[in-house]
């Protein structure tokens, strides 16, 4: 299926397409992906069932959709820097300036910023949406990185097996990310920086030489 049409000169979602996507994200978020309801996302976008159906053959593809144009949307946002950059005695501050802007971009109301509530829908396993997969690859190759990036100037310590210390680290961050997710919207912004900058911290005493 193509969605070309669907996108402006910019590359993203026209504001039909916006009002698609922002529409099955709130329903995903709150009834969860088995009971969301495909009528339910096309009454609130205005969209004929006609023009739904031939965008999307299934509510598996819809969901997909919203993910990975969420994945793209956020990530460029959070704008993550390149690991390679990272190398060097300011490796812990930039990580550090990375937080602070990820949390001010997260601050944003965007339909896409709540892409976590997504991924960790029970009812949604990793391994039955192709596009959970490309985001947790991504976002797995990204720490891989940064890691080696920061062994390489002794900025993270290596006395760990790469690989295993690639586990542990993707294992604490998903842990935080997920409470953070399931804690964000009763903590008032001062609150979420302060939290993001402990969670780092907690990153950098598991991972600091």
């Known amino acids: 299926m193509r969605y070309d049409a669907a ?17 099955a994200a709130r329903e995903f978020a709150t009834a969860g992906f088995e009971r969301a309801s495909l009528n339910a996302v096309i009454r609130a976008c205005g969209m004929s069932k006609s023009s739904f159906y031939h965008r999307f053959d299934s509510k598996q593809a819809l ?10 949307l956020l990530a460029r946002d959070l704008a993550a820097p390149d690991p390679a950059g990272l190398a ?14 990820a949390v001010a971009a997260l601050a944003k109301p965007a339909w896409y910023t709540g892409l976590g509530k997504l991924f960790y829908l029970p009812d949604v396993p990793a391994g039955r949406s192709a596009a959970m997969r ?14 080696k ?8 310590r290596d006395d760990l097996p790469a690989s295993l210390q690639a ?12 409470w953070s997710v399931a804690h964000m919207d009763a903590m008032k912004p001062a609150q979420r920086r302060r939290i993001a900058g402990q969670q780092l ?9």
Do not use: I, N, Y
Request: with cysteine.
């Open 7 to 23: 996108m402006d000169k910019t590359g993203t979602p026209s504001s039909r397409e916006h009002a698609l996507l922002a529409a």
């Open 63 to 72: 969901f997909d959709r919203v993910v990975d144009e969420a994945t793209a």
């Open 88 to 101: 060097g005695p300011d490796f812990w501050p930039r990580l550090e300036a990375f937080v602070a802007h």
């Open 134 to 147: 490309r985001l947790l690859a991504g976002v797995d190759r990204w720490v891989q990185a940064v890691l």
């Open 149 to 156: 990036s920061g062994r390489a100037c002794g900025a993270v």
């Open 167 to 178: 586990e542990l680290a993707f294992a604490v961050l998903q842990a935080m990310d997920r």
């Open 201 to 209: 911290a907690t990153l950098r005493r598991l991972l600091a030489p």
